[in-house]
């Protein structure tokens, strides 16, 4: 089946750092893929999402490009934030009994030092 | 954006009895909503998908009779532990869709603690 597996955390970096947060999928056709941010004690919010190969998804000063070639959907933010520190959880869409449903990797926690 | 409410936000019950975690689309409409199960460290585990008015589809594994869901209108489904033991102990989240069609965003609640001692 379809499978998403996430760079393990914890991750622990300086303020203004570079981010990258690895992901690769596995999947059969063409699935959507999400990134989704946890910040403490608050349910998951969509970070940002590519619906094809080589659409970039961007917010918040983060971005993800899908690469099909390497079935890849890193996250990279180039200078982050203490308000940053949260969980991000790389996911695909499959389509199963009529409704799209969601794959999750593991998550990273993500740690902002001041 | 769209609000999803979970309640309660963690609850602790003895073993064998049964916990019921309610999931609300506060300004939309939801026709899908999904509950999903996270152990500590670990992803999310869908455990079934509820269609308002219907039965919930269980994902393989999962006790349907153990986990009861319920949705019956378009802004609350509900899940029942049912019997709960220690290894029920969990954190719970449940996310709805829009009832603009499969392919629209999914907004989550923000999680159920369930302790079982």
């Known amino acids: 089946g379809n499978s998403v597996t996430q760079m393990e955390g914890p991750v622990t970096l300086s303020e203004e750092a570079f981010l990258t947060i690895n992901c690769t999928y596995t999947?059969?056709?063409?699935?959507?893929l999400f990134w989704y941010v946890q910040y403490p004690g608050e349910g998951l919010q969509l970070l940002l999402k590519?619906?094809?190969?080589?659409d970039k998804g961007s917010n918040k000063g983060f971005e993800a490009t899908y690469r099909k070639e390497t079935t890849s959907f890193h996250l990279e933010k180039g200078s982050v934030q203490v308000s940053d520190s949260a969980v991000y959880f790389c996911a695909l869409s499959e389509k199963g009994q009529g409704a799209q449903k969601l794959v999750f990797g593991q998550g990273t926690r993500l740690t902002i030092n001041p | 954006g769209a609000v999803v409410s979970q309640h309660p936000s963690w609850v602790i019950c003895k073993s064998g009895t049964s916990v019921k975690i309610e999931c609300r689309s506060l300004d939309f409409q939801a026709t899908t909503m999904f509950w999903y199960r996270q152990f500590p460290k670990q992803s999310l585990m869908l455990m079934a998908t509820?269609?308002?008015?219907?039965?919930?589809?269980?994902e393989q594994g999962v006790e349907k009779d153990k986990f009861l869901i319920n949705h019956a209108s378009l802004t609350l489904s509900t899940l029942t532990v049912t019997s709960a033991h220690p290894e029920d102990s969990s954190f719970y989240i449940c996310?709805?869709?829009?009832?603009?069609?499969?392919?629209?965003?999914?907004?989550f609640g923000q999680g159920t603690r369930l302790t079982v001692v």
């Open positions: 999947a059969t056709g063409y699935p959507s």
């Open positions: 590519a619906t094809k190969a080589d």
């Open positions: 509820s269609n308002e008015g219907s039965k919930a589809t269980y």
């Open positions: 996310s709805a869709r829009r009832r603009a069609g499969g392919a629209s965003e999914a907004f």
